[in-house]
């Protein structure tokens, strides 16, 4: 079996995340308490910025490449924030999920919804996770599930790219929030190789 590519570990890393979700659910008590552990431990590193050794080691065994080891570590302490075991269809893109929440109960929580967007589309580099975490906060509160596929994607781009690219994550989160139910079934392709290519596929 040869050795794993990119986009194969950057999978794997949100795979075993949502396992952690689906084993608090279990009917074994190890994997249980196993599992509350290691999201306690991701939620310290989300809230905190600090050392857990359970965190680190959850990412550190899918090999991040050196320039983003911290935004898998800021990844899997969202996840935590979030660890809803629902199957990968029903998962939003985050802000697909906002819009969502914007248009539930004949728009009861539209206001708070939007603020959350606003803020999330002008976030500076120093600020994103604040917002991003605050958003997921709001989000678990109405039992919407986040597809932490497209956020690690994303956020590899608004971290680590140039502002073109930047941008257009930007522009498609925009579009995801007005236009929730048809954005809420893009997929990226896992065989491609980069983050730029999975960004031009996705706007053809």
Known sequence: MGELTLVERRHRLVEGLYQLGKDLSSDQRHQVAHARK???QLRRVAVADRYEHGAYELVFRHDPPEKEQRVW????????????????KSRLPLCAALGKLAKVNDGKYASSAQRRMQQLLTADTDRLSQDVRASLQMLDAHELPVNFHHLLRDLLVLLNADDERASDVRMRWARQFHRPDRESNTT?????????????????
Not at 74 to 79: C, D, F, N
Not at 188 to 204: G, I, K, M, W
């Open 188 to 204: 990226y392709d896992t065989n491609e190789t980069s983050v730029a290519e999975q960004l031009q596929e996705s706007a053809t």
């Open 38 to 40: 290691t999201l306690a």
């Open 73 to 88: 570590l800021m990844v899997a302490g969202l996840y935590a924030l979030n660890p809803r075991p629902h199957p990968g």
